[in-house]
């Protein structure tokens, strides 16, 4: 089955900064990976999402690349702010039968005013 | 409004006791999930549904039951409450298409003292 790995599993930066999570996958047939932020004592929400077919995603201040060949992806949020912080969970899901999201073990992202 | 509802939001219980998690969408979504997850620790699935009468266990291992008779509704059954069942269980649902978003319910605070 897909395996998800992400790191670091903590990370704290200036506001202002950029901050970047990673994530690796086993299974090269996955062709999804969404990325959730959850805040504390509240439900993980979708923030951004890519499908195999393109390599990089931006939504605002939030871009997300794939590289389908090293079968990593990475989250990418510029001009931190204190609204930031939160966990964030990488995951990835295949199709036809394997579509199920594997979660990796999530990132702790603390925004320091 | 469409949203994912799961109820209690808190429960405290003696062990031996049975207990049901309730989960209901208003979405129209086929397909639904429940994820335990340990407080800002990584999502496990534990159950999942496609559709009506159809249930399949999840990655984790689980000693709960799950039933999907109306397509909103998507309850979670622990017959004899442990306090290894102590956790935060997620209800998730999706829609029909491959590697649609997931939209997370607030969650149960599940304590088995």
């Known amino acids: 089955g897909e395996n998800v790995e992400q790191h670091p599993s903590t990370l704290s930066v200036q506001e202002g900064d950029s901050a970047v999570i990673k994530c690796t996958y086993s299974?090269?047939?996955?062709?999804?990976f969404p990325w959730y932020k959850q805040e504390l004592g509240k439900r993980p929400q979708l923030i951004i999402d890519?499908?195999?077919?393109?390599g990089e995603k931006k939504d605002q201040r939030i871009a997300v690349t794939l590289n389908k060949t090293a079968k990593h992806f990475s989250l990418h949020i510029t001009e931190t702010q204190p609204e930031d912080s939160a966990v964030y969970f990488c995951?990835?899901?295949?199709?036809?039968?394997?579509?199920?999201?594997?979660f990796g073990t999530g990132t702790r992202l603390t925004i320091i005013p | 409004e469409a949203d994912i509802y799961q109820t209690p939001r808190y429960l405290v219980i003696g062990t031996g006791k049975k207990i049901t998690l309730e989960c209901s969408q208003t979405?129209?979504?086929?397909?639904m999930y429940w994820y335990q997850q340990d407080p800002g620790m990584e999502l496990h699935l534990i159950h999942y549904?496609?559709?009506?009468?159809?249930?399949e266990k999840g990655d984790l291992s689980s000693e709960s039951t799950v039933s999907r008779i109306r397509t909103e509704h998507f309850p979670l059954t622990l017959e004899s409450a442990r306090p290894s069942h102590t956790s935060q269980y997620l209800c998730?649902?999706?829609?029909?298409?491959?590697?649609?978003?997931?939209?997370f319910g607030n969650g149960t605070r599940l304590t088995v003292t």
């Open positions: 998730a649902s999706s829609r029909r298409p491959n590697n649609s978003p997931l939209h």
């Open positions: 299974d090269s047939a996955s062709n999804y």
């Open positions: 890519i499908r195999s077919n393109v």
């Open positions: 995951a990835a899901s295949g199709n036809f039968g394997n579509e199920k999201l594997t």
């Open positions: 979405m129209g979504h086929d397909k």
């Open positions: 549904s496609y559709g009506v009468n159809s249930t």
